[in-house]
C-alpha cells in the first residue's frame, strides 16, 4: 500500500507545461484558418451576389437566358451564358491538347522511358508547370497567333478563342502528366510483370494493362486539368479578348468568366452598383463549377485507391 | 556462334546452362552454374535467402531484361537455341516459357478476361471459351469459378488468385512453366492444391520451381538444385552459387556435398 502511494505520488500532475499548451493552441489555429478563409470568401461572394440578384433590372431567367454580357452599357444585359460557353469552349480547347499529350509523355515516362531520358523529362515538366501564367498569355498573344493561327487560319483576330485555348492547353500539361504518370506508377509492378511474361509486348502491356488499371487516377487528372482550364484567368484576359456576345468560333475573340471579372474590377466601377455586384455572381457561379469538378476528381480518384488496398 | 563445340544436346532436356553468371551493376548475384534442365519433370530451386534462385529463374524466360542493369554472362540454351542470342526476341521467348509469381498477380479484370488477355495477345482468338475452359480446368478452378466468369479476379481468394495466374499461364500453351515461389504468399492447403496441381501439370509442361520449403521440394520436385551464397574474401560481397544439382530423392537421403546435407537438416540456413 505504502508502495502505490508513494508511486501514485510520483505520477500525479504537478508540472503545468505552458509551452505544451501554446503550441498546441498555435498549430490548431493554424489548421483552422484555412477553413475560415473558405468561409469567409464563401460568405463574401454570396451576400454580394444575393445583392446583385436583387437588383430589379437581374432577374434569374435572364442571368442564364440572355445572350449578351454588357453589365457597363446603358442598358445592361447579364447574360452569364455568355461566359460560360466561352469558358467551356476554351477550356474544351484547352483539353484537346493536353489530355493526349498529358496522357502521352505519362505512359512514356512510366512505361517506356529510360531512368536517364525520365531524370531529364520530368524537371522540364516541372519547369513548364512553374511558369508564370502571364508569361503563357503573352506567348498566345504575341507568338502562337501571328506565328501559328493566324498563318494557317487566315481571317483570325488578333485577341482569338483557339490561341488562348492552346497556350491554356500547354499550361495543364504537367498537371496531366504528372498526375496520370503517379497513377501509373501507383499500379503494382507484378501487373506489368505478369502481362510481359504472358508475351505481350511493351506497348500491349502499357495500353491494355497498366492504362485501364490506372484509369480512375486518369480520369481524376483529367477533371483536375479541366477545372485549372475553366479557372484560368491571366491567359484568356490576354489573349482571348472581350467579345461580350454569345459566339463559338474559334477565330473570333471570347469572353471568359476570368477574364469578365478581371475587367470589372479593373475598370472604373463603383461599389455598390450592380456592375459591381455582378463580379461575386460571377465568382460563386465559377466557384460552383470548379468545386464541383474538384470533388468529382476527389471522388474518382477516391474510388481508384481502394482498387489495390 | 563458335559456341558450337561438343555441347551434347541431350534429347532429354530442356535448357542446357553453361557457365551463367548474373550481375546487377557490379553486384554478381549468381556465377558459374551448369545444369540440364529435364523435359517434362519438376526440377526445384532451393538455398538461403540471396542465394540468387530467383535471379536465376528469371533468365530463363529474359525476365531480368527489365530490371536495369541486369547483365547475364554465360549461355542459356532453350531446346539447342541460344536465350541470349542478339536475334532472339525476347517476347516470343516468353511466349513459349510461361511464369507464375511470388505473389498472385491477376490484372484487375475479369477471371474470364484474365485469360483471353494472353490468348489475344497471342493470337489465339479461335474458341476461346473452350481454351478458358480447358486453362481453368486443367488449373483445377473450373468448378469454382465457372458460374462467376464474369467477377473481377481480384475477388477471388489468394489460393484461387494463384490458380488463376497458373490458368492464364498455361492458357497460352507454352512447354515451361517457371514458378518463382509460388506459394510463398498462401496458406497450407491453397498450398497443397498448388503442389497437387504441378503433378498434374508435369505432365505436359517442364515446370522450374523456386521455393523456400524444403518440404515442398522434397515431396514434389524430381530434380533439385541447391544454392547457398559465399561471401567474397574481403566480407564485402555475397555470390549465389550452385553447391549441388542431383534427382530430388537422392538429395533428401544422400546428398554428394556436407553443405547440402546440413542445410536439408537444418544446420544451417
Given at each position: 500500500m505504502e508502495n502505490v502511494n508513494n508511486l501514485r505520488s510520483q505520477l500525479t500532475k504537478t508540472i503545468t507545461r505552458p509551452i505544451e499548451k501554446i503550441v498546441k493552441l498555435f498549430i490548431t489555429a493554424s489548421a483552422f484558418a484555412a477553413i475560415l478563409i473558405s468561409i469567409s470568401i464563401i460568405f463574401t461572394l454570396l451576400t454580394e451576389a444575393i445583392n446583385f440578384f436583387q437588383d430589379p433590372a437581374v432577374t434569374f431567367k435572364g442571368y442564364f437566358t440572355a445572350t449578351r454580357w454588357t453589365p457597363t452599357f446603358q442598358n445592361p444585359e447579364y447574360g452569364v451564358i455568355v461566359l460560360i460557353s466561352s469558358t467551356l469552349y476554351i477550356a474544351v480547347i484547352a483539353c484537346l491538347i493536353s489530355f493526349p499529350l498529358g496522357l502521352f509523355s505519362a505512359i512514356y515516362l512510366s512505361e517506356f522511358a529510360t531512368r536517364r531520358t525520365r531524370k531529364v523529362i520530368k524537371p522540364v515538366l516541372e519547369v513548364l508547370a512553374g511558369v508564370p501564367t502571364v508569361v503563357f498569355g503573352y506567348f498566345a498573344l504575341n507568338w502562337i497567333t501571328p506565328n501559328i493561327i493566324q498563318r494557317f487560319i487566315p481571317g483570325t483576330g488578333v485577341f482569338n478563342a483557339l490561341s488562348a485555348g492552346i497556350a491554356v492547353g500547354i499550361m495543364i500539361i504537367?498537371?496531366?502528366?504528372?498526375?496520370?504518370?503517379?497513377?501509373?506508377?501507383?499500379?503494382?509492378?507484378?501487373l506489368r510483370n505478369g502481362s510481359l511474361a504472358l508475351g505481350a509486348t511493351r506497348r500491349i502491356t502499357s495500353l491494355k494493362i497498366m492504362f485501364p488499371a490506372a484509369l480512375s487516377g486518369i480520369i481524376a487528372s483529367f477533371i483536375l486539368g479541366f477545372s485549372r482550364?475553366?479557372?484560368?484567368?491571366?491567359?484568356?484576359?490576354?489573349?482571348?479578348?472581350?467579345?461580350?456576345?454569345?459566339?463559338?468560333?474559334?477565330?473570333?475573340?471570347?469572353y471568359t468568366i476570368t477574364s469578365s471579372i478581371v475587367n470589372v474590377s479593373l475598370g472604373d466601377t463603383p461599389h455598390g452598383t450592380?456592375?459591381?455586384?455582378?463580379?461575386?455572381?460571377?465568382?460563386?457561379?465559377?466557384?460552383?463549377?470548379?468545386?464541383?469538378?474538384?470533388i468529382g476528381?476527389?471522388?474518382?480518384?477516391?474510388?481508384?485507391?481502394?482498387?489495390?488496398e | 556462334m563458335e559456341t558450337k563445340e561438343t555441347v551434347q544436346v541431350n534429347n532429354e532436356s530442356v535448357f542446357n546452362v553453361s557457365d551463367l553468371s548474373v550481375s546487377y551493376g557490379d553486384f554478381v548475384a549468381i556465377k558459374n552454374v551448369n545444369m540440364d534442365i529435364t523435359k517434362n519433370k519438376i526440377t526445384a530451386f532451393i538455398g538461403p535467402s540471396g542465394c540468387g534462385k530467383s535471379t536465376l529463374i528469371?533468365?530463363?524466360?529474359?525476365?531480368?531484361?527489365?530490371?536495369?542493369?541486369?547483365?547475364?554472362?554465360?549461355?542459356?540454351?532453350?531446346?539447342?537455341?541460344?536465350?541470349?542470342?542478339?536475334?532472339?526476341?525476347?517476347?516470343?521467348?516468353?511466349?513459349?516459357?510461361?511464369?507464375?509469381?511470388?505473389?498472385?498477380?491477376?490484372?484487375?479484370?475479369?477471371?474470364?478476361?484474365?485469360?483471353t488477355f494472353g490468348l489475344k495477345v497471342n493470337n489465339m482468338t479461335d474458341n476461346m471459351d473452350d481454351r478458358v475452359e480447358k486453362a481453368l480446368t486443367q488449373a483445377a478452378l473450373w468448378d469454382e469459378v465457372k458460374d462467376d466468369l464474369d467477377k473481377n479476379a481480384l475477388e477471388l481468394s489468394g489460393g484461387q488468385q494463384q490458380r488463376l495466374c497458373i490458368a492464364r499461364t498455361i492458357a497460352v500453351e507454352p512447354d515451361t512453366i517457371l514458378m518463382d515461389e509460388p506459394c510463398s504468399a498462401l496458406d497450407p492447403v491453397a498450398t497443397k492444391k498448388i503442389e497437387d496441381l504441378m503433378q498434374e501439370l508435369v505432365k505436359e509442361f517442364s515446370i522450374l520451381i523456386v521455393t523456400h520449403n524444403m518440404q515442398q521440394a522434397s515431396r514434389s520436385s524430381d530434380y533439385c538444385a541447391f544454392f547457398t551464397t559465399k561471401t567474397s574474401d574481403d566480407g564485402k560481397r555475397r555470390t549465389g552459387e550452385l553447391v549441388e544439382f542431383n534427382e530430388t530423392s537422392v538429395m533428401f537421403t544422400t546428398p554428394d556435398k556436407e553443405l547440402t546435407e546440413q542445410y536439408i537438416s537444418g544446420r544451417f540456413g
Open positions: 504537367p498537371t496531366v502528366a504528372s498526375i496520370s504518370d503517379d497513377a501509373l506508377n501507383a499500379v503494382p509492378n507484378s482550364a475553366i479557372g484560368e484567368t491571366m491567359i484568356v484576359t490576354i489573349a482571348g479578348g472581350q467579345y461580350p456576345e454569345l459566339n463559338l468560333d474559334p477565330r473570333s475573340a471570347m450592380t456592375a459591381y455586384n455582378a463580379l461575386f455572381a460571377l465568382g460563386i457561379t465559377l466557384f460552383i463549377m470548379t468545386f464541383i469538378l474538384n476528381s476527389d471522388y474518382v480518384a477516391r474510388k481508384y485507391r481502394k482498387e489495390y | 528469371r533468365t530463363f524466360n529474359r525476365m531480368n531484361d527489365l530490371i536495369l542493369g541486369a547483365k547475364v554472362n554465360g549461355t542459356i540454351t532453350y531446346q539447342g537455341v541460344d536465350l541470349y542470342d542478339k536475334m532472339v526476341d525476347p517476347v516470343q521467348v516468353r511466349r513459349r516459357i510461361g511464369m507464375v509469381f511470388q505473389k498472385p498477380n491477376p490484372f484487375p479484370k475479369t477471371i474470364k478476361e484474365n485469360i
